[in-house]
C-alpha cells in the first residue's frame, strides 16, 4: 500500500501470470497500448498451478492489497490439466480468506487468454476499482512490514 | 490488619490504575484466563491459573532487540529499546511468584538481559495466596507455600475478601501512594484462611511428590537411566509444556526481513523442539529422548547445581494441565524413584 | 460397566498375540495420576500389560501417528485404534507413511471420550479419582465428591462424531458401529459462515490470538507426518518459532489447515491438544465442508486408493468465484 | 558476493517515451549487489548486445538484469548473448518494462517509478538464479506404432519413407484394420480394398518396417527418444517364417462352423484361418478356442496338409523386448454395442444391422459376394430404412455426447448405392442434423437426395417391430410434417456412434499418456499441437484422438509422421533445465505429486539413508525425471513439506519477486 502526495489511497496490486496465456494476453494488451493502472505489478510463472497459496499470503504480508491469479482458460492449459489444480486450490483458499473475515473481495482468478489483451486490461482496470474501493488490506497486514 | 472485601476490589484497583497499568486475570472465551490491562469494567477471574504464567511480562514470546534500516547500500542500526513506565501484576499466586526469582537466576545474573532488567525494575507484584488449590499443584514439593506468596504486596484470600500487606519498600510506598482506604481487622482472619489452604494443600494428591532424591550432583546418578525411553516415547516434541511452564527461560534470535530492512528479534525455543540443539556442525541431541530428558534433568538437577540447590520448577502444575498426551515432569520423578521406594 | 468388559477383552487379545508372536509390541493407553490423563504407550510384555495398561473413557489420544515411527520397526505391533483413528490409519496408508504390514489392526467400540475440562469448567476441581457408574462419572475431590452424567461431560468432537464404522482393522472387538452423516458437525461452520466478515474476522481474532505456537496441533495431527515442516524449514522462506505478528498466527494456520485440506480425517485431536482452547477443527471442517459441497461428498481415510480432491478434478468445477458469490459479506 | 548488472533498453521510444530510463538506471545502479547499470537505445541491437557481453568481461558479472521487451520477445537474445561470454544463460532475467509498463501507461513519472519496480523484482530473482545446464538424453532413432489400421500403416510407411526403422505391432493377425471391412469410401465411391490393399503390400515390402501381427504391448517404460517395449506375440501356431498363405489348409480344416469375425459373424470360416485375401501378413493362424487339435488333441489335419511344414500346435507366446525413440498410437476404433437399444430390436431381428454389416453385405468379399440380401431369409429387400446417431450426440446415460461424424457420409453412400444397384428398392433416412462438411461431401449428400431419390425424413425412430410377414414395422415421427410414421420394411440399417478401441485406456495408463472421458487420447494443445500427446514422445494418429473419416485420418496420420521424424532425426534431445526436482532428506513419499504429474515424470524408489545418527533408514522418496518433466510446477505446490520444487521458479524466487513489488 502507498499514499500518493495528495493522500488518496493507491493500492499495491499483484497479478500471477501464467506464461503461456495470461503473460501473453498481457503483453497483447501492452501491444495494443491499452491502459491499466500502474500500480498492478505482473509476476511471470510457468502456469497458474505453481502458484502456492503461501505466496498470495506473503504478498498480503508485504503490503499488498489485492492479489490475482490469471491462467489459461479450463481445457486450455499448456500443461493440459494446470489450471484445474489452481482452480481448486484457489477456490479452497480463498473461501477459507472470506471464513477468517479477510475481504473476499481482495482476491480473483480470472482465465485470460493469449488472445484476450483487451480482456486482461479490462480484468486489471476493474480489480484496480475493486481494491481501491475496499481501501488497504488491514486483516491480514504485517504490521512489520509497514513503512 | 488491612482488609479489604471481595465486593470493593474493583475500587481498590481502581485506585491503584490511577499510579500505574495494572495487570489483572481475566477470564476469556475459552474458559481460561488470561492477564489484561485492567480498566472500568474489567472483572477479575477467579481460577487458580492464568494459562500461560506471568513470566511474558518480562519475558515476552517475541521481543525486538534490534533493526537495521537498509537503504540500498546504506546501513542504520536502530535500538528498539524505550524506557517502560511502572506496572502491577496483580493476583499472582506464590508459584509464579517464586517464578521471577528463579527466572532473575539467569536473566540478572553476569552479563545481565537488560532487557529483561528493564521490565523487572518497573515491575509491582500483588500476590495472592490461594485457598482452592487444584490436584495438578505441587508447589509444596519445592517449599512452596500457596497460603504466604512472596511478593511486593500480597493479598491473603479469606471467606468474603483479602488481608493485604505490604512485604517490600516497593510495596509499602505503593500502597501509601494510591492511599486506598482499607478496612483494619485483626490477624486472625488472614491465619485461619493460611491455616485453612495449609490443610487442603496437606490433603492434596501430590502433597507428598518427593525431591530429596533429585537436586544439584546428581547428573550421573540419573542421566543414564534405562526409563528415559519409556518416559519418553509418547513425546510429540511440541513445545506446551515450556510455553506454559513459568520457569522456562531458553530463547532463540531470528531475523525478520522487513520492507525496509532487518528486524532482529528474539522468541521463546522449546528444548522439546528438534532443531533447538541444531549448529553448523549438526545436533548433539538426535532423539526425543534426547530433548525430553534435558528439559527435566535441567529442571530437577543442572538449575539446582548452578544455583544453590533451588529447582527449576514451582509446581504450577500448568503443564500438568496441558500436555497433550499427559506426560509430565511429576510422572517423571515418580518413575525414576520407583525403586527407590 | 461396558468399557471395563472391553478393556479385559483387550488385554485378554494383547496378550495373546503377544504370546502366539503374531505381534513383538502393542500400543495402547498407559494409567495416569489422576484417572484422566492416560498417555499412549507401547507394550512388550504381559507383565507391563498388568502393571499399567488402561481403556476408559478418558483414553482421548489418537495413536494411529505414532505408527508412522513404529511400524517402521523391526516385528508386528498390535495397535488398539477406535473408529476415528482408523480413518487416519487408512489416509497414513495410501500416503505410503505407515507400513501397513507390520500392523495388526484391533477395532474397539468407543461411546464418545470425556472431556476432563468440562468436568473443571462446571467447577469441579481437585480431582483424586474418577468412577463409571452407568451414565454418571462419580468424581472424587479434595472438596468432596459429585456426580456429573457422561452426556454432559462428552468431548465436543465426540458429540458430532462423523462415524463410529472402523475402516481399517484386522480384527474388531464388539460391534462394529455405522457412519452419521447426520452428526452434525458442520453445525458450528454454517453458524460462522453466517456472520458478517467483520464478525467472522473479530472472532478468529479473538481465538486465534491466544495461539502460543506450541505446535501441539501441528505435531499430534495424523496428516502432520513431514519429514520436515515448512515451518520449521529456514529455507521455506516461510519458517517461523513464534507468531511475532497477528499475521503470523493467521498465516500458520491458515497453511496448517491448507495443507492437510483434503486429508484430514476429521478426528479433532488439534483442538482436543490445544492449550488455549482454540477450536481450530473449525478450520479443517470449513474445508471438509466445501470439499463436500463443491466436489462431492469426501471423507479422507476412508479407503486406500481415491485420489484426495486437491489432486483430481473435473472440467465443470465450481469456480473460484463462488467464493464472491455465496453467503454474506 | 554477487555481482549484477542492470541494462535498461530505451527500445527507441518505445519504452524511452515513457519511462525515464536514466532514472530507472541510475535507481537500480544504487541496490544491492548491482556493480553496473545503464540504459541503451537498443539492448536487442548488435552493439547492444556487445555492450552486455563487454560488461559481463569487463565487470565480471554473475547475473544479468536487462530492462526491456517482453521476456517472450527477446529473452532467448540475451541469454544467448551471456552464453557467449560464458555466463549461464539462466543468470540472465528480463524486467518487462515495455508491454507491461511504458505502452500501457501515459504518465512518465507513475511509468517511471513501476519500471523501477519491476527492475528490483528482476534483480531480487536474479540474486537468488542458479546456473542451470540443460540436460541431454539420446534419441534412440526407431519408431513403434500402436495399431495397424489406416492410420498406423500411413504413418509407418511416412516414417520409413524419411529412412527411419518402424514397428508395428497390430493385435489382429493381419493390418489393414476397419478399412479392410469397408466396401467403398465416399465421397469418390472408389473401393476401399483398392486404395489401402496396395499400402498394405508397401509395409510389408518395405525393408523398414517391420510387422508384429496377432501382437500386443504388454509394459512400457523410459521415455521421449528412450522407450523400452515389451511385445507379446501371440502364438498363433503357424510359423510365419514357413508359412506361405496358400491356403490349403483352411480349406481342409474340418471345424467349418466358426463364425467369421472379418464378416462380422454373417459367414463362417475355419479354425485354421486367413482373415481374408489380402491379408498381411498372409499367414495362417489356427483359432486356439475351436481348433479340435489344440482342445482335445485329436485331427492335426492342417499339418498333414500344409507341404511347408508350418503348422506349429507346440507355439506358445513370446515377448520382444525393442528400444524406441517414438511411439504412435493409432488404436483406432470399433462401433458401440447396438443391441442395449431394444426399440431398435437388433437383438430380435437378423434384419437389423449395423452399417458396417452392411458394408460387409454389399461387399464382394461378404457373405453374400456382394448382392445385397436380407440376412433373415437372403431375399432382395425392398424397403430399408437408415437410422442414424444411433449411440451418437446423447445424454451420457444413453451413448456417446459427441458426434461419430462419419455415419452422416455414409449412409448418405450406402442409400446412394442401393439406388443405384437397386432402383426399385426404397430407402428412408431418419436424422436428427445431415452433417456434411468437408470436401464435395454437401454435394454428395445432395446426389443421394435429388438424384437418387432417397427418402430423407428428420426425425427418430421411435421403435422397430419385427412383424410376422418377415418385415420389419419401423415406427418414427416426422418432425418436418409433424406425424408419426410406420414404414413397413425390409430391412433396418442401424448407424452405431464410434468408440475407442477397449484397449486404448490400458495401453493409455502404460503409456502415461491422457485420456478424456470418452477414453480419447488427449492431445498436447487442442489447437497448436493435436497430433502429440502432452507426454513426449507419444503421438496420437487417427480416431484414437477423435472421431475421423478416412481422408482426415490419413492426414491426422502423416502430419503425427512429420511429428515423429522431427523428433528422430535428432541425434540428442537437450531438455528444458526448468524442471521440478525434489529434496530427499524432505520429501514423505505420499505420491501426492505424482498424482498430479501430467506427464508421469514422477517414479518413487526405495533409497537408503544415513541418519545423522549414523543409523541408516530406508525410505520412499520422489524423483523426478528431467527428460519427461515439462516444468509446470503442479507438484510443488501439492508437497505438503515443499520438498519439490522448480528450477527457475523456485518458491524462493517468487517469493523475492512478490518481497520486491510489494515493498
Given at each position: ?147 | ?272 523442539y528438534s532443531d533447538f540443539t541444531k549448529m553448523a556442525g549438526g545436533n548433539p541431541r538426535l532423539t526425543q529422548k534426547e530433548r525430553f530428558r534435558q528439559r527435566f534433568m535441567h529442571k530437577l538437577v543442572y538449575y539446582p547445581e548452578n544455583n544453590d540447590g533451588i529447582f527449576g520448577c514451582v509446581g504450577c502444575g500448568r503443564c500438568l494441565a496441558s500436555c497433550p498426551i499427559h506426560m509430565n515432569i511429576v510422572k517423571v520423578m515418580k518413575k525414576l524413584t520407583e525403586e527407590s521406594k | 460397566m461396558q468399557e471395563i468388559t472391553v478393556k479385559e477383552t483387550m488385554v485378554k487379545r494383547a496378550k495373546e498375540l ?225 507468531a511475532a505478528d497477528s499475521f503470523e498466527e493467521k498465516n500458520f494456520h491458515i497453511i496448517r489447515a491448507f495443507h492437510v485440506a483434503g486429508r484430514c480425517t476429521d478426528c479433532g485431536e488439534c483442538s482436543r491438544v490445544c492449550p488455549e482452547h482454540i477450536p481450530l477443527h473449525l478450520l479443517n471442517r470449513k474445508f471438509i465442508k466445501d470439499i463436500d459441497e463443491l466436489y462431492g461428498d469426501y471423507t479422507a481415510g476412508t479407503d486406500t486408493e481415491s485420489r484426495h480432491p486437491l489432486t483430481s478434478y473435473t472440467f465443470g468445477d465450481a469456480e473460484p468465484s463462488v467464493v464472491h458469490e455465496r453467503g454474506v459479506? | ?348 431381428s437378423k434384419d437389423v444391422i449395423t452399417s458396417l454389416e452392411f458394408e460387409r453385405l454389399t461387399n464382394a468379399a461378404g457373405p453374400t459376394s456382394g448382392t445385397l440380401l436380407r440376412p433373415s431369409d437372403g431375399k432382395h429387400p425392398h424397403t430399408i430404412v437408415f437410422v442414424q446417431c444411433v449411440g451418437s450426440r446423447c445424454t451420457p446415460e444413453r451413448g456417446k455426447q459427441y458426434c461419430s461424424k462419419i455415419c452422416c457420409m455414409y449412409t448418405a453412400k450406402h442409400a446412394m448405392l442401393t439406388r443405384e444397384k437397386y432402383p426399385d428398392t426404397e430407402v428412408y433416412v431418419f436424422y436428427i442434423d445431415v ?229
Open positions: 500500500m502507498q499514499m500518493s502526495e495528495n493522500e488518496k489511497f493507491v493500492p499495491t496490486i499483484v497479478a500471477f501470470c501464467c506464461n503461456w496465456c495470461s503473460y501473453a494476453g498481457a503483453d497483447l494488451s501492452g501491444t495494443n497500448r491499452l491502459q491499466y493502472p500502474a500500480n498492478v505489478k505482473i509476476i511471470r510463472v510457468p502456469c497458474s498451478c505453481r502458484v502456492n497459496p503461501m505466496f498470495i499470503l506473503r504478498a498480503f504480508q508485504r503490503g499488498a492489497d489485492g492479489v490475482i491469479l490469471c491462467g489459461c482458460h479450463p481445457g486450455d492449459c499448456h500443461y493440459t490439466s494446470g489450471n484445474f489444480y489452481a482452480r481448486r486450490r484457489m477456490t479452497l483458499l480463498f473461501s477459507m480468506l472470506d471464513y477468517l473475515g479477510i475481504e473476499r473481495n481482495r482476491t480473483r482468478v480470472e482465465w485470460v487468454s493469449a488472445a484476450e489483451g483487451a480482456k486482461f486490461a479490462a480484468t486489471m482496470n476493474s480489480f484496480a476499482e475493486e481494491i481501491t474501493k475496499l481501501g488497504p488490506n488491514r486483516r491480514l497486514e504485517d504490521l512489520r512490514c509497514k513503512k | 490488619m488491612k482488609y479489604i472485601a471481595k465486593s470493593d476490589l474493583n475500587l481498590f484497583l481502581a485506585a491503584a490504575a490511577k499510579a500505574m497499568k495494572v495487570y489483572v486475570p481475566v477470564d476469556n472465551t475459552s474458559g481460561k484466563a488470561d492477564y489484561k490491562l485492567w480498566s472500568e469494567g474489567t472483572v477479575v477471574s477467579g481460577a487458580l491459573h492464568t494459562t500461560r504464567s506471568a513470566k511474558d511480562f518480562f519475558f515476552p514470546q517475541t521481543e525486538n532487540l534490534v533493526e537495521f534500516k537498509i537503504d540500498h547500500k546504506k546501513i542504520d542500526i536502530i535500538d528498539p529499546r524505550e524506557e517502560r513506565e511502572n506496572f502491577a501484576i496483580f493476583g499472582v499466586r506464590a508459584c509464579d511468584v517464586r517464578s521471577f526469582d528463579i527466572l532473575d537466576r539467569v536473566f540478572l545474573s553476569e552479563p545481565v538481559d537488560t532487557y529483561y532488567k528493564n521490565r523487572r525494575e518497573h515491575s509491582l507484584i500483588i500476590s495472592m495466596s490461594c485457598d482452592h488449590p487444584h490436584e495438578t499443584c505441587f508447589c509444596s514439593a519445592f517449599g512452596i507455600d500457596s497460603s504466604e506468596p512472596a511478593g511486593d504486596v500480597v493479598f491473603t484470600t479469606a471467606a468474603e475478601g483479602y488481608y493485604v500487606s505490604a512485604k517490600t519498600e516497593k510495596g509499602e510506598k505503593f500502597l501509601a501512594d494510591i492511599g486506598y482506604a482499607f478496612e483494619e481487622k485483626d490477624e486472625s482472619g488472614a491465619e485461619e484462611a493460611k491455616a485453612k489452604t495449609k490443610e487442603i494443600m496437606a490433603r492434596l494428591p501430590l502433597a507428598k511428590l518427593e525431591t530429596s532424591a533429585f537436586g544439584a550432583g546428581k547428573t550421573k546418578e540419573f542421566f543414564n537411566r534405562p526409563e528415559w525411553s519409556e518416559l519418553s516415547e509418547a513425546c510429540l516434541g511440541c513445545g506446551t509444556c515450556t510455553f506454559v511452564c513459568p520457569t522456562c527461560q531458553c530463547y532463540d534470535i531470528r531475523d525478520f526481513k522487513t520492507n525496509t530492512g532487518v528486524r532482529r528479534f528474539r522468541c521463546w525455543d522449546s528444548c522439546m | 503377544l504370546a502366539d508372536g503374531t505381534v513383538t509390541r502393542v500400543i495402547g493407553w498407559k494409567a495416569g495420576e489422576f484417572a484422566y490423563d492416560s498417555t499412549p504407550a507401547v507394550f512388550e510384555s504381559a507383565e507391563e500389560i498388568d502393571k499399567d495398561f488402561v481403556y476408559d473413557g478418558f483414553c482421548a489420544a489418537n495413536v494411529s501417528k505414532y505408527l508412522v515411527k513404529e511400524s517402521a520397526k523391526e516385528g508386528k505391533i498390535l495397535a488398539f485404534l477406535k473408529p476415528c483413528d482408523t480413518f487416519s490409519l487408512n489416509q497414513l496408508t495410501a500416503e505410503h507413511r505407515v507400513n501397513r504390514d507390520n500392523i495388526y489392526v484391533i477395532g474397539i467400540p468407543c461411546e464418545g471420550k470425556a472431556d476432563v475440562n468440562k468436568i473443571k469448567s462446571s467447577g469441579i476441581d481437585g480431582i483424586t479419582g474418577i468412577e463409571e457408574d452407568g451414565d454418571n462419572y462419580v468424581v472424587k475431590t479434595v472438596y468432596g465428591d459429585s456426580t456429573v452424567a457422561k452426556a454432559d461431560v462428552t468431548a465436543d468432537r465426540c458429540l458430532t462424531c462423523k462415524s463410529k464404522h472402523h475402516v481399517v482393522y484386522d480384527e474388531l472387538i464388539g460391534e462394529d458401529g455405522e457412519d452419521n452423516p447426520d452428526c452434525g458437525r458442520f453445525d458450528l461452520v454454517k453458524k460462522l459462515e453466517e456472520m458478517t466478515s467483520e464478525e467472522r474476522f473479530e472472532f478468529w481474532r479473538g481465538e486465534l490470538s491466544r495461539c502460543i505456537r506450541c505446535n501441539a496441533c501441528r505435531n499430534v495431527c495424523p496428516a502432520c507426518t513431514c519429514e520436515q515442516c515448512v515451518f520449521d524449514n529456514p529455507n521455506s522462506g516461510v519458517a517461523q518459532k513464534a459479506e | 558476493m554477487q555481482r549484477i548488472g542492470v541494462f535498461v533498453c530505451h527500445c527507441g521510444t518505445n519504452i524511452a517515451g515513457t519511462v525515464d530510463t536514466k532514472a530507472v538506471a541510475e535507481a537500480l545502479g544504487r541496490e544491492q549487489c548491482v556493480v553496473f547499470a545503464t540504459d541503451y537505445t537498443y539492448m536487442c541491437s548488435e552493439s547492444g548486445q556487445n555492450l552486455i557481453k563487454d560488461t559481463i568481461k569487463n565487470e565480471k558479472l554473475t547475473g544479468v538484469v536487462v530492462c526491456s521487451c517482453s521476456p517472450r520477445m527477446h529473452e532467448t537474445t540475451f541469454r544467448k548473448a551471456a552464453a557467449s561470454v560464458g555466463l549461464n544463460p539462466y543468470m540472465v532475467e528480463i524486467a518487462n518494462i515495455r508491454e507491461q509498463c511504458s505502452w500501457i501507461h501515459k504518465d512518465k513519472v507513475e511509468a517511471t517509478e513501476k519500471a523501477i519496480i519491476l527492475g528490483r523484482a528482476a534483480i531480487a530473482k536474479v540474486l537468488l538464479n542458479t546456473p542451470l545446464t540443460a540436460g541431454e538424453s539420446p534419441v534412440v532413432k526407431r519408431a513403434l506404432v500402436i495399431g495397424g489400421g489406416i492410420a498406423g500403416i500411413q504413418t509407418a510407411l511416412d516414417i520409413a519413407e524419411a529412412g527411419f526403422e518402424v514397428d508395428i505391432v497390430e493385435k489382429k493377425p493381419t493390418i489393414g484394420g476397419k478399412m479392410t471391412q469397408i466396401d467403398k469410401t465416399f465421397p469418390t465411391l472408389d473401393c476401399a480394398a483398392c486404395i489401402l490393399t496396395p499400402k498394405m503390400v508397401d509395409c510389408a515390402q518395405n525393408e523398414k518396417i517391420k510387422i508384429y501381427s496377432y501382437s500386443e504391448v504388454d509394459s512400457v517404460s523410459g521415455f521421449v527418444g528412450n522407450f523400452t517395449v515389451k511385445i507379446k506375440r501371440k502364438a498363433r501356431f503357424v510359423d510365419e517364417t514357413k508359412c506361405t498363405g496358400c491356403g490349403l489348409c483352411t480349406e481342409k480344416c474340418p471345424m467349418k462352423n466358426v463364425p467369421n469375425e472379418f464378416n462380422l459373424g454373417m459367414d463362417n470360416r475355419r479354425a485354421i484361418y486367413i482373415p481374408f485375401a489380402q491379408a498381411v501378413p498372409k499367414v495362417a493362424t489356427i483359432d486356439p478356442d475351436h481348433c479340435n487339435m489344440l482342445k482335445n488333441g485329436k485331427c492335426g489335419v492342417c499339418s498333414k496338409v500344409c507341404t511347408a511344414g508350418a503348422i506349429d500346435y507346440k507355439q506358445t507366446d513370446t515377448f520382444v523386448e525393442e528400444k524406441y525413440g517414438a511411439i504412435v498410437v493409432a488404436t483406432g476404433f470399433n462401433p458401440i454395442d447396438v443391441s442395449k437399444y431394444g426399440e431398435y430390436a437388433y437383438d430380435q452433417r456434411t462438411p468437408g470436401k464435395n461431401f454437401d454435394e454428395f449428400y445432395r446426389r443421394a437426395v435429388e438424384d437418387y431419390g432417397v427418402h430423407y425424413i428428420k426425425g427418430a425412430v421411435g421403435k422397430v417391430s419385427p412383424q410376422a410377414d418377415g418385415t420389419l414395422d419401423v415406427q418414427a415421427s416426422d418432425l418436418i410434417m409433424n406425424e408419426q410414421l410406420h414404414i413397413k420394411a425390409d430391412l433396418v440399417v442401424l448407424a452405431a456412434a464410434i468408440e475407442p478401441d477397449k484397449s486404448a485406456r490400458p495401453l493409455a495408463t502404460k503409456l502415461t499418456a491422457s485420456m478424456d472421458t470418452n477414453d480419447f487420447f488427449t492431445e498436447a494443445h487442442p489447437k497448436l499441437r493435436p497430433v502429440e500427446s502432452p507426454t513426449a514422445g507419444i503421438f496420437l494418429s487417427g480416431v484414437c484422438q477423435g472421431p475421423k473419416d478416412i481422408p482426415e485420418t490419413v492426414s491426422q496420420a502423416s502430419a503425427c509422421a512429420a511429428k515423429v521424424i522431427g523428433l528422430l532425426v535428432k541425434d540428442k534431445l537437450t531438455c528444458n533445465p526448468c524442471v521440478a526436482h525434489s529434496n530427499e532428506m524432505m520429501c514423505n513419499g505420499c505420491s501426492q505429486c505424482a498424482n498430479v504429474c501430467p506427464y508421469g515424470a514422477i517414479t518413487y524408489v526405495e533409497k537408503e539413508f544415513r541418519m545423522p545418527d549414523r543409523t541408516t533408514k530406508v525410505r520412499r522418496v520422489a524423483s523426478v525425471n528431467p527428460a519427461v518433466c515439462q516444468g509446470c510446477g503442479a507438484c510443488t505446490v501439492t508437497c505438503p513439506s515443499g520438498a519439490m520444487d522448480l528450477f527457475g521458479f523456485s518458491n524462493n524466487q517468487i517469493m523475492a519477486e512478490v518481497d520486491a513489488i510489494c515493498k
